[in-house]
Nanobody
Framework: QVQLVESGGGLVQAGGSLRLACAASGFTFSKYDMHWYRQAPGKQRRLVAG???????NYVDSVKGRFTISRDNAKNTVYLQMESLMPEDTAVYYC?????????WGQGTQVTVSS
């Protein structure tokens, strides 16, 4: 059974930091590209950061220099280190695993940044 379980969300003041984790099971984690998406209230889900199976990373412009995505294939876990958080980062953050035509999603974790 495929599972992606996010953790690490919460309430933080502007300028603070959070580290999200996504624990994967039920598939060959190391072969999949992994992504973090976020969805703010009333808005579409959007890609935040991605890391390929080979370790290459990419970020949306609004988080470059503040967020860092990483993966630990030994632990089947992908992380999103978020620094200098801003109120506009408030959203539900979702973990995604992608390989060719297969997409797996987690249930999401809420991140709220207060001003």
């Amino acid at each position: 059974q495929v599972q992606l379980v996010e953790s690490g969300g919460g309430l933080v003041q502007a300028g603070g930091s959070l580290r999200l984790a996504c624990a994967a099971s039920g598939f060959t984690f190391s072969k999949y590209d992994m992504h973090w998406y976020r969805q703010a209230p009333g808005k579409q889900r959007r890609l935040v950061a991605g890391i390929t199976s080979g370790g290459n990373t990419n970020y949306v412009d609004s988080v470059k220099g503040r967020f860092t995505i990483s993966r630990d294939n030994a632990k089947n876990t992908v992380y999103l280190q978020m620094e200098s958080l801003m109120p506009e980062d408030t959203a539900v953050y979702y973990c995604n695993a992608f390989l060719i035509v297969t997409n797996y999603w987690g249930q999401g974790t809420q991140v709220t940044v207060s001003s």
